[in-house]
């Protein structure tokens, strides 16, 4: 059984988004980040930041590349539950951070947040549902 039969066999709620949803939404989500986490690099290269202000921004990107590793190589829910909440808890660290810096930056991050915060409580459930 490859990953992705091994995902759709998982116990999901009925709220679950059907699976084509997921590529379009991360590929306009990738646009946003690409862009608004480009001009954070760019503000720290040019001293306009500080590390402390690009740190959540590394950790998020880490924590987000980390989840399709953890939830289909592993096959791991749980630990696929644990990066998810640290990819929103990093990603509310990085719109508190930059806010002050350009404000746009933390507008921009809405869509991800908003995704994030839904797809947390996905995971969440998935895990609970296939203890």
Do not use: C, E
Not at 42 to 53: A, E, G, H, R
Not at 91 to 119: C, T
Request: zero cysteines; hydrophobic letters at 60%.
């Amino acid at each position: 059984m490859n990953r992705y039969n091994w995902y759709s066999q998982l116990i999901k709620p009925s709220w679950s988004p059907p699976a084509w949803i997921f590529g379009p939404v991360w590929t306009f989500l990738y646009i946003l980040i690409a862009i608004s986490f480009g001009k954070v690099f760019l503000m720290f290269f040019q001293k306009k930041v500080s590390f402390i202000v690009i740190l959540p921004f590394i950790l998020n990107l880490i924590f987000n590349f980390a989840f399709t590793p953890l939830q289909f190589g592993l096959k791991n829910n749980l630990l696929a539950a644990v990066d998810v909440i640290l990819v929103l808890g990093t990603l509310i660290w990085a719109v508190i951070a930059i806010y002050p810096h350009a404000r746009w930056v933390a507008y921009i991050q809405i869509p991800y947040l908003f995704w994030v915060s839904f797809a947390t409580v996905l995971q969440l459930t998935i895990t609970y549902l296939n203890k």
